[in-house]
């Protein structure tokens, strides 16, 4: 799972419930939108934390950003009822997420499997976007090797609760750890990662609390969707937006060389940070936020 890189917030964020016409939402919200808002929708196992890092210096460039919870996810909540995470109701929430926000015209940002929701959210014909980011997003099932990892976790939630899930999970952390210590908790984390681990009290806590806030529903539906989701990159090509794919140097759920072409495909901008796998969101925020701050000015300017 994607590691926070801080988990002290600067005073100048507003973490509150954001309530939309498909209910409220824990949201982490900075900045004044003096240059435009965007929307940031996190990945399987994550939460709105994830994006701790990009919050300051993307609202000192002018920007709103604003963090979600989503449906099921750490501190919004949801029910234990699997039809309500089909990924037409995420995309639906996101819709209803920006168009809750009540300034218009909304970039979107989708890491991970946000990624495949806010696809399915731009698709839906409906949503005030300004532009879409996929961030290590890519553009159908993830790859067969994280496949695996997936269904091993999908196996585990049918059978076991999820401090179970946990403390198996971190055993197995210890047995496969490579250089930076890949995590079992995230099928998307690699068993060779090279970006550092984040080293700071209280996160292990943290990422313990997050998990089991998770509804186990959400899990199986989700990890289910990334084992099937078909390519719908053409359908996206077609979307009149502007669109930037991001991602590190190394990505173990799509590789690299999928985000290459998807980005080309799709005439989108394409960006890889430096440093970073599959969250330069975490593991690069500087580098990541200064790159979305471009892109969405690109798009801004007349």
């Given at each position: 799972?994607?590691r926070?890189?801080?988990?002290e ?8 419930r954001?309530?939309?016409?498909r ?14 808002t965007?929307?940031?929708v ?7 934390e ?26 919004t909540?949801?029910p ?6 089909a990924l037409?109701?995420?995309?639906a ?24 929701v806010?696809?399915?959210a731009?698709?839906g ?22 496949q ?12 076991m ?8 999970m ?32 209280g996160?292990?806590e ?19 969707q ?7 990159v ?6 009149e937006?502007?669109k930037?794919?991001?991602s ?10 999928w985000?290459d072409?998807?980005?080309?495909r799709?005439g ?8 970073a796998?599959?969250?330069p969101?975490?593991?690069q925020?500087a ?8 892109f ?7």
């Open positions: 799972m994607s926070p890189p801080m988990l917030l600067p005073q100048s964020v507003r973490a509150y954001l309530p939309t016409a209910g409220s939402f824990a949201v982490l919200d900075a900045g004044d939108a003096r240059r435009g965007a929307l940031l996190p990945g399987f196992t994550g939460s709105k994830d994006f701790n890092g990009l919050l300051e210096p993307l609202a000192d460039a002018g920007w709103r950003v604003v963090a979600v919870d989503g449906r099921g996810q750490h501190e909540g949801g234990g009822d699997e039809s309500a995470y037409r109701e995420l995309a929430d996101v819709v209803a997420q920006a168009e809750a926000l009540g300034t218009g015209r909304v970039h979107l940002v989708g890491h991970s499997f946000g990624g495949l806010s696809r399915a731009v698709l014909g409906a949503g005030p976007w300004a532009s879409l980011t996929l961030m290590s997003s890519g553009p159908a099932a993830i790859d067969t090797g994280q695996e990892r997936t269904k091993m976790l999908l196996d585990a939630l049918a059978v609760d999820m401090e179970g899930i946990w403390r198996a971190q055993e197995l952390d210890v047995q496969e750890a490579g250089p930076a210590g890949a995590t079992a908790t995230d099928p998307t984390a690699g068993p060779a990662a090279t970006a550092p681990r984040t080293v700071q009290p996160l292990d943290f990422l313990h609390r997050r998990w089991l806030a998770n509804v186990p529903e959400l899990l199986l539906v989700t990890g289910r990334m084992l099937s989701e078909p390519d719908r053409a359908e996206l090509a077609a979307v937006l502007p930037l794919v991001v590190g140097e190394v990505d173990y759920a799509w590789p690299t060389a985000l072409a998807m980005a080309e799709l989108a901008r394409r960006e890889v940070i430096a440093g796998e599959h969250s969101n975490a593991e925020p580098a990541t936020a200064a790159v979305l701050d471009d969405w000015g690109s798009v801004e300017r007349p």
